[in-house]
């Protein structure tokens, strides 16, 4: 064996030349040499040793920043998250750096999203109750004011079909126009209240759509007089006289955009166009168009004039009037069949509104005389009618207008009165009021039903809510007349259904 070099320097610094080769000492050389040989080995390995560790705890170390970064960035980001959720807190929260930080704040977070939870829960039912509040007071308001129009109406109705001095006769249009425009107010402000809420239900009968504009071109050329407008009217050759459709909402559709026209219109020209447009197999879609040749709206309130309450001219509004719901409740109704309404219009120049509507096709057995179709040979000589009605003077006026078309009236002064007089003799028909002393329309219905399945009873009632007409469909009624009513729709209502006896 080798001895180790350091020891052979040693030997050679610290003993004789004698003794460094004694062969006795040689073999204590070897063994000394031996541990320092092992001694080295140690050293080395221990070098290693720590040169490995050194290497592993620096990538440990760079691998623990890269976290702590990590950890700072998702931190900040949680915090941005957090705090943009709640605007209004302070910016301590922001300068924070531990996590615990932003757990208490989200805990703070929590606890105030609860609150104001609750908060939303509360006005969520405060909103909710005052709108049935306000429904029920539109509805009970909207029945007050119907109950007096309705005999004003009437009572036109009657005197215009007596003679009168020419004078009158203007005087009896002017009161049948500002009486039929009151309740056009009153109808749009209820219709407003239901469109909005969702409760509103389409009715499809037959509509002579060419009676219908004739009537509507009447109903608006006073107005149109006052205002020194022409109307007029062109019908497309195509355009059946007759489909299926809820006439009550496309004359409220159509009477007011007129109506809007003739007001924003001064010495000019209203056109009122109707084209078939497109047909399919059980229907027919019919393009109405209403021009006019007046003030125009400005290209920035195009959108804004079918928001509710909105109006474009304040001037001209405020000289005419309004109530900044006609447009909204048409674009309601038209948005609720799946349609749209469309305005070209230049200021100065006059506004042209179209619209599309979709109709059934009326099947040919039913095409009969409709609402203001000549009837003048037609009566109701022999019908026993029943007239159930709480108000005197709408009493007296129904009776007038019954008793014209040649009906037998009996009155009922409430419900109980009208099942009294139901048992003692046999009506063909029977009118029936709802809200009466001693005893409601529905109530009283459901009574005789249960005795008389088959008599016809027609719901004669200023309140019209969706409410109102589902209650009448489940106690049993046939059919339902709004008060203030078309003398024309009472008549045709009458005699549909008592058939039989006329
Ligand atoms: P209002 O009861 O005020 O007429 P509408 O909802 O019917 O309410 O109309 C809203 C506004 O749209 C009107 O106030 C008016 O400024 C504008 N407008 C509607 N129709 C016309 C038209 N034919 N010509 C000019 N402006 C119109």
């Not at 006052?226 to 489909?243: K, Q």
């Not at 095409?367 to 009837?375: A, F, G, K, Q, V």
């Amino acid at each position: 064996m080798d001895i180790h070099p350091t020891l052979i320097a040693q030997i050679k610094k610290h003993l004789s030349e004698f003794a460094q080769h004694d062969p006795g000492a040689l073999a204590l050389w070897q063994s000394i040499s031996h541990h320092y040989y092992s001694m080295e080995r140690d050293k080395r390995l221990t070098e290693h040793a720590f040169e490995v560790s050194e290497k592993e705890y620096q990538e440990l170390l760079n691998d623990l920043r890269r976290e702590n970064d990590l950890k700072q960035q998702s931190i900040s980001k949680i915090k941005a998250v957090t705090l943009a959720l709640d605007a209004n807190s302070s910016t301590e929260h922001r300068e924070g750096e531990d996590l615990l930080d932003v757990i208490q704040f989200l805990e703070r977070q929590i606890v105030k999203t609860k609150i104001l939870e609750e908060e939303l829960l509360q006005a969520k039912e405060i909103a909710e109750s005052s709108s049935k509040a306000k429904s029920n007071f539109l509805s009970v308001m909207s029945h007050e004011i119907r109950t007096p129009l309705n005999a004003i109406i009437g009572f036109i109705h009657l005197m215009s079909t007596e003679p009168s001095l020419p004078t009158q006769e203007d005087y009896i249009k002017a009161i049948n126009i500002s009486s039929q425009n009151l309740l056009n107010l009153v109808n749009d402000i209820l219709d407003f209240s239901e469109i909005e809420e969702g409760k509103i239900e389409f009715l499809y009968s037959k509509i002579n759509i060419r009676t219908l504009i004739h009537e509507i071109k009447l109903a608006n050329t006073f107005r149109a007089n006052e205002r020194e407008n022409r109307i007029t009217v062109m019908l497309d050759e195509e355009l059946p006289t007759y489909v299926l459709g809820d006439e009550v909402r496309l004359s409220q559709i159509l009477n007011n955009l007129i109506s809007n026209a003739i007001k924003f219109t001064h010495r000019g020209h209203i056109r009122i166009e109707i084209h078939k447009f497109a047909e399919g197999e059980n229907h027919q879609q019919i393009q109405f168009v209403v021009k006019d040749t007046g003030v125009g709206i400005a290209p920035e309130s195009k959108t804004l004039i079918f928001e509710r309450f909105t109006q474009a001219n304040s001037e001209i509004d405020r000289q005419y009037g309004g109530s900044g719901l006609g447009l909204s409740i048409v674009k309601k109704l038209l948005e609720l069949q799946g349609k749209d309404i469309s305005v070209e219009s230049e200021p100065d120049k006059g506004s042209t509104f179209t619209f599309y509507m979709d109709f059934g096709k009326c099947p040919e057995e039913e095409i009969t005389l409709s609402p203001n179709e000549d009837r003048s040979s037609q009566h109701l000589a022999g019908v026993k009618i029943l007239l159930v009605e709480d108000v005197y003077i709408n009493s007296v006026m129904a009776k007038t207008m019954l008793k014209n078309w040649k009906a037998e009236v009996d009155l009922a002064e409430n419900g109980q009165i009208a099942i009294e007089m139901c048992l003692q003799k046999n009506y063909d028909v029977i009118l029936m009021d709802l809200q009466m002393p001693v005893m409601d329309g529905i109530t009283a219905t459901t009574k005789i039903r249960e005795f008389d399945p088959h008599i016809p009873i027609i719901a004669l009632t200023a309140s019209s809510s969706y409410e109102t007409q589902n209650d009448i469909k489940a106690c049993g009624m046939d059919d339902f007349i709004a008060k203030p009513f078309n003398p024309y729709v009472l008549f045709e209502t009458i005699k549909k259904r008592v058939m039989r006896v006329v």
